[in-house]
């Protein structure tokens, strides 16, 4: 079955720097590949998604890359926000969602 | 907007009762999920329907029964459940089953006594 792989499980940056969340997956099926932000106490909100037939996609602050050959996707947050204080969790579909086990990013003022 | 939603938002029970958890929504989704999430993990997939039929079961206990009543409605049933099994029980819902954004709802965070 599938297996995605998150990385870092904890991500510190200065407010207006950029961070990067990086993972990893096993089933070549998976084509479909999204990222959900979990504020504390509060449900995944999904914020972009990528499909495999595309390499990258952008909205606003938000950027993912998406290497199928190397199996590799990637989340960008720039300029950083006290807002985007959360856990990050990306994901890996075919039939149905995997999801990483999630990185906690911290906004530093 | 939660355009999925669950009731209720809070349940405490014992390990004899039976109860049931609630999910509905008006997107006209055809498919509709149930998820366990414990404190600092991802979500773990239970229950896949696909119009309105059980499509995955992922090897879940037989004291977590699910139904789905219409298009509209998820239910979880509850009965003789262990101390292990509180946690934040997520319903998501999705345009076709897969490959598709899922919506979620606001969880019913369940405590066993």
């Given at each position: 079955g599938e297996n995605v792989e998150q990385h870092p499980s904890t991500l510190s940056v200065q407010e207006g720097d950029s961070a990067v969340i990086k993972c990893t997956y096993s089933?070549?099926?998976?084509?479909y590949f999204p990222w959900y932000k979990q504020e504390l106490g509060k449900r995944p909100q999904l914020i972009i998604d990528i499909r495999s037939n595309v390499g990258e996609k952008k909205d606003q602050r938000i950027a993912v890359t998406l290497n199928k050959t190397a199996k590799h996707f990637s989340l960008h947050i720039t300029e950083t926000q006290p807002e985007d204080s959360a856990v990050y969790f990306c994901a890996a579909s075919y039939d149905k969602i995997i999801f990483g086990k999630g990185t906690r990013l911290h906004i530093l003022p | 907007d939660t355009e999925v939603t669950q009731t209720p938002k809070h349940l405490v029970m014992g390990m004899t009762n039976k109860k049931s958890l609630k999910c509905e929504q008006?997107?006209?989704?055809r498919a509709m999920y149930w998820y366990k999430q414990k404190a600092k993990k991802p979500p773990e997939l239970m229950f896949v329907y696909s119009y309105e039929k059980?499509?995955?079961?992922?090897?879940?206990?037989?004291?977590f029964s699910p139904e789905c009543p219409n298009s509209s409605l998820l239910n979880l049933h509850l009965h003789a459940l262990q101390p292990e099994d509180s946690a934040l029980y997520l319903c998501a819902s999705s345009d076709g089953q897969g490959s598709q954004p899922q919506h979620f709802g606001d969880g019913t965070r369940l405590s066993i006594l």
């Open positions: 089933d070549s099926a998976s084509n | 008006h997107m006209g989704h059980l499509s995955i079961n992922e090897s879940v206990p037989s004291r």
